[in-house]
């Protein structure tokens, strides 16, 4: 398997800076956070677009995938949601990226079938566009539909190869399921994995890897024994914890924790 970390966790980052970072660090690609507060976003032009793909191309580094906001089981107008979903989309194309992030966000109180519905068929729409730029978009288990038996729901009725699924650990956990039912929900349309560790379900403060009570091995062991061989993307939040110790700082445990768990479960 592969490694990345996310830009979620060294926030405004100039680019070069965190290229520097993953190959002091050995990590092989990066998860790209693509918000207009970073350096990294959807008003980018494509002469800036192609500076930055050519950065990474030149740091042998590559670019994981974009991480957007959009919230496919929203209520409202499809018109917006696929708007975002297509910026993001030639994004990540302009860099290189296979993969383009996205929530499920369904309002509180909504119903349920309603919601699902119209992210499927969001979604189904954006896989055209999808397939015509290379890219896949993944809907990542979190918020309203944080298993994988929740993120099935509404991946089954797509039944697109450009729609998949992006497992993050934390959200599976936090909604009480088992990392071999995740996987076993998830398998068909995985894109990759978000990994992360925590203290507690009531202290989601990001920690470093094996600090905390997130199920990795469990995790890692069930990715392996079934031969996946795609990648795993260290996501440390701390946009939303400022008070976090500094990521930098915690690469070199964090890509040898990882390795460690790789080689425990060949």
Known sequence: ??????????????VPEVLALATANGYHGVELR???????????????RAGIAGLFRGAGVEVLGVAGYTRVAA?????PVLEEIRGLLR?????????????????PGRPREEAEADAARRLGTAAEDAAALGVRVLLETH??????????????????????????????????????????????????VQVKDVASAEDTTPLPLGAGVL????????????????????????????????????????????????GEAA
């Open 34 to 48: 693509a918000h207009p507060e970073e350096p990294v976003h959807t008003g980018l032009s494509p002469a800036e």
């Open 91 to 107: 994004l990540a194309h302009d860099l290189g990226a296979p993969f383009v992030r996205v929530f499920p966000g369904a309002d």
């Open 215 to 262: 199920p990795l091995t469990e995790c890692v062991d069930v990715l392996s024994r079934n031969g996946w061989d795609g990648w795993l993307c260290w996501e440390y939040e701390k946009r939303r914890y400022e008070a976090a110790a500094p990521l930098p700082a915690l690469l070199p445990q964090g890509r040898a924790h990882l390795t460690r768990l790789l």
């Open 143 to 192: 918020d309203s539909h944080r298993t994988g038996a929740d993120a099935i729901r509404i991946l089954g009725p797509v039944g697109h190869r450009q729609v998949g699924a992006l497992w993050d650990v934390m959200h599976t956990w936090l909604g009480g399921e088992q990392p071999s039912d995740s996987y076993a929900a998830l398998a068909p349309h995985l894109g990759y």
């Open 75 to 79: 209520a409202g107008d499809d018109g």
């Open 1 to 14: 398997m592969k490694l990345a970390f996310s830009t979620l966790g060294v926030p405004g980052l100039p």
